[in-house]
């Protein structure tokens, strides 16, 4: 199981990031593959999905902002960041879908994203 995630920094207000992740074929043949953001002190929660067919969905905080792409040649999934708000600020990770996050016992390390006022 690997999960490497990429593309965070720092980024004002307004600005955009394309955050990537690589995930190993055994956990990408999964269906659903999802974004999730944990900011500090809070759980994790669940940003969008993707299905292998390319079907999306979006937490009603980042719909019409965000968007998830996956690549399954690549065995990678995107998330382009568009007008981004200081409460974006939190560490992204992928992973298979669940609705119960804490369930899962792999994750890859994250990638910090920062938006500055």
């Known amino acids: 199981v690997q999960l490497v995630e990429s593309g965070g920094g720092v980024v004002q207000a307004g600005g955009s990031l394309r955050l990537s992740c690589a995930a190993s074929g055994t956990i990408f043949s999964v269906a659903i593959m999802g974004w999730y953001r944990q900011s500090l002190g809070e759980q994790r929660e669940l940003v969008a999905t993707?299905?292998?067919?390319?079907?999306?969905n979006y937490a009603n905080s980042v719909k019409g902002r965000f968007t998830i792409s996956r690549d399954n040649a690549k065995n990678t999934i995107y998330l382009q960041m568009d007008s981004l708000k200081p409460e974006d600020t939190a560490v992204y990770y992928c992973?298979?879908?669940?609705?119960?996050?804490?369930?899962?016992?792999?994750w890859g390390q994250g990638t910090q994203v920062t938006v500055s006022s």
């Open positions: 993707i299905t292998s067919r390319g079907n999306t």
């Open positions: 992973n298979r879908y669940t609705a119960s996050p804490a369930t899962l016992s792999y």
